[in-house]
């Protein structure tokens, strides 16, 4: 049955290459090389993978090739309410879902952590599944790269570019199957980033902008807690974002070609970390490194530490000088003890956080976060000159202890008039360090509630 889906995929993708040239979709392939490319190759019919979700949902997986080196490859995920297995269900809405740093796909829209199953209300990717909406998303290149790599030449030509260019081969991917199995019609899809993945959802739609109107695949925008660029008024968090790209720039001129905003290997203390908090939470001290502004306080043990790095994240960039993207950012809330130090989780289950930081990636590719910072500086980048010309609806969500209402100077620099701004809060603006977190909009016990429902009411409403 496996190899009949890859068949069927490869088929479909073969049908729509030898269309009516004059056809709209034809035209958009035709302009896809990386598409023409897994056709040939044959990728998607040796790597169909499916894995039952419980509550009739099924999570399929592709393993494109994009490129010649070895790790030039992305995973295309699927999320979908099954008629049969093997066999999804039709549907007419679709969103396909590109992640931020450290964390790929799986861990951060179906929240797959150390729990084998995980019910339907906590996972958004599972939940609008289970609402009949088609769900699909990527892999960027990096996720894959094993923590036994040292050698990380290849990833000196990965910018936010060649991410644009592959999620544009996922979302030709999901366009071409959904067609063959009866979803979608004319329906364009709904395109989802959070964190960098927003960043990357900016660039695609300011190039997708510049093709024809039937050659365009994305006909809504939803970015997650992300800043394309500063308001003026922001001057000193626009002062940071410059700050952490000249350092990171730096780091770029001198050879280096992997890292992030917490330098090189970045994922791999986090994955110890959330490994030492599930299993030995109480042992004091921590053995992992305590950042400087922490150093004062009694031993630390690896649950506190761990807590510490979700709910005070702004101490993490404190160890490399650098300033967080915004004030008192952080991943989860927290509540503090009587010093006003992160004591315990405040709305995501500690175990949940800790079998989180487990998933992290161990690497990533740097030039995208220097281009990044580089954008929010204030500097010229090829990403961002025709946002005038993106006019589709938008709907932004922010976590208010996150980047939460920062973002929501971007929205004016495209073209849209059908904006729809969702911070999710639950206090006021001066009190944002204990408000809800960047990640909190995935694992917090009521994000079901407020931000999912919402999201799903916006999709359906267009």
């Given at each position: ?178 067609r063959a199995s009866g979803s979608g019609g004319n329906e364009r899809m709904f395109l ?271």
């Amino acid at each position: 049955m496996r190899r009949t889906m890859g068949l069927w995929v490869t088929l479909a993708l073969l049908l729509a290459l030898r269309a009516n040239p004059g056809d709209a979709h034809e035209a958009a392939l035709q302009v896809d090389p990386w598409v023409r490319s897994l056709v040939s190759a044959g990728v998607a019919a040796s790597s169909t993978k499916r894995e039952a979700l419980g509550g009739g949902l099924a999570h399929y997986t592709w393993k494109v090739r994009v490129g010649p080196d070895r790790y030039d490859a992305i995973t295309v995920h699927r999320v979908v309410r099954e008629s049969s297995p093997w066999v999804p269900a039709r549907t007419r809405r679709a969103v396909f879902m590109v992640h931020g740093d450290l964390w790929g796909f799986v861990p951060a829209f179906l929240t797959r952590t150390s729990v084998t199953m995980m019910p339907e209300d906590r996972s958004l990717a599972a939940f609008l599944a289970s609402e009949d909406v088609d769900v699909w998303g990527l892999d960027l290149r990096w996720v894959a790269v094993p923590e036994a790599e040292t050698d990380f030449a290849f990833m000196a030509d990965w910018t936010l570019g060649t991410h644009v260019k592959d999620v544009g081969t996922g979302l030709a991917l999901a366009d071409v199957v959904r067609r063959a199995s009866g979803s979608g019609g004319n329906e364009r899809m709904f395109l989802l980033g959070w964190s960098r993945g927003a960043t990357i959802g900016y660039a695609y739609l300011d190039a997708e902008s510049q093709r024809p109107r039937g050659q365009r695949r994305v006909d809504g925008f939803v970015p997650m807690d992300m800043v394309l660029r500063f308001a003026p008024e922001a001057k000193q968090q626009r002062e940071w974002a410059c700050q952490r790209y000249l350092l990171l720039q730096m780091d770029r001129d001198a050879g280096r070609t992997e890292g992030g905003l917490l330098g090189p290997g970045a994922g791999l203390p986090l994955r110890l970390l959330g490994m030492l908090a599930a299993q030995h939470p109480e042992q004091a001290p921590s053995p992992l490194l305590v950042p400087p502004s922490l150093a004062t306080l009694p031993a630390l043990t690896n649950r506190r530490l761990a807590i510490i790095a979700a709910g005070k994240t702004e101490t993490l960039f404190e160890a490399f000088n650098l300033k967080a993207l915004t004030p008192d950012y952080h991943l989860t809330a927290t509540i503090p003890d009587a010093a006003g130090v992160p004591d315990k989780t405040a709305f995501t289950p500690e175990p949940l956080l800790f079998g989180y930081f487990q998933q992290a990636a161990p690497y990533q590719s740097l030039n995208e976060v220097v281009e990044t910072e580089k954008q929010l500086c204030g500097l010229d980048v090829p990403y961002d000159d025709h946002l005038k010309d993106v006019k589709v609806p938008v709907l932004y969500v922010g976590a208010a202890g996150g980047v939460g209402s920062y973002g929501e100077y971007s929205l004016r620099l495209l073209g849209s008039t059908d904006v729809t701004r969702l911070i999710v809060r639950n206090r006021p603006e001066g009190q944002r360090a204990l408000d809800v977190g960047h990640a909190d909009l995935f694992l917090a016990r009521d994000a079901r509630v407020r931000v999912w429902q919402p999201m799903l009411q916006w999709l359906e409403a267009h």
